[in-house]
């Protein structure tokens, strides 16, 4: 029920704003993360990198997408990296992208590295 709730908001927002990034990231992340609707995120996502191609959070969840569910990983990365080249000092981006590198990648250290960055700008991230 929240999450229809949290769509109906996110729509009437892009009824209002029109191109807002924000808007169009966060309607997207919700069809992806809670919803698993990748065609429809990856179409808002598109639009928010139409309107801002720098927006790190648009980025970081956009390559997400294509991780998980495109299993198209040289994109992924792309992404990973354009988001981190936006945003170097996200810790969610940064711990996103180590267990990129754990996982699919194989490079543990390098997975640690990222890691370890991502704790030493918010202490939370493992």
């Known amino acids: ?10 729509h009437r927002a892009m009824r209002l704003t029109q191109n807002d990034t924000e808007v169009l990231h966060g309607l997207g992340t919700l069809l992806h993360l809670n919803l698993a609707d990748a065609d429809g995120a990856e179409r ?3 639009q928010a ?4 191609p720098t927006h790190a959070p ?16 040289d994109r992924a990365e792309d992404l990973y990296r354009e988001a981190l080249a936006q945003a170097p000092h996200d810790a ?14 194989r490079d543990t250290a390098a997975a ?3 890691l370890a960055l991502a704790s030493r700008f918010d202490p939370k991230h493992p």
């Open 1 to 10: 029920r929240r999450i229809y709730h949290a769509g109906r908001m996110y």
């Open 44 to 46: 808002l996502y598109q």
């Open 49 to 52: 990198l139409d309107v801002n």
């Open 58 to 73: 648009t980025l970081m969840h956009y390559a997400m997408l294509e991780q998980e569910f495109r299993k198209d990983y």
């Open 92 to 105: 969610v981006a940064l711990a996103c992208y180590g267990h990129f590198l754990h996982t699919v990648r």
């Open 112 to 114: 640690r590295s990222y």
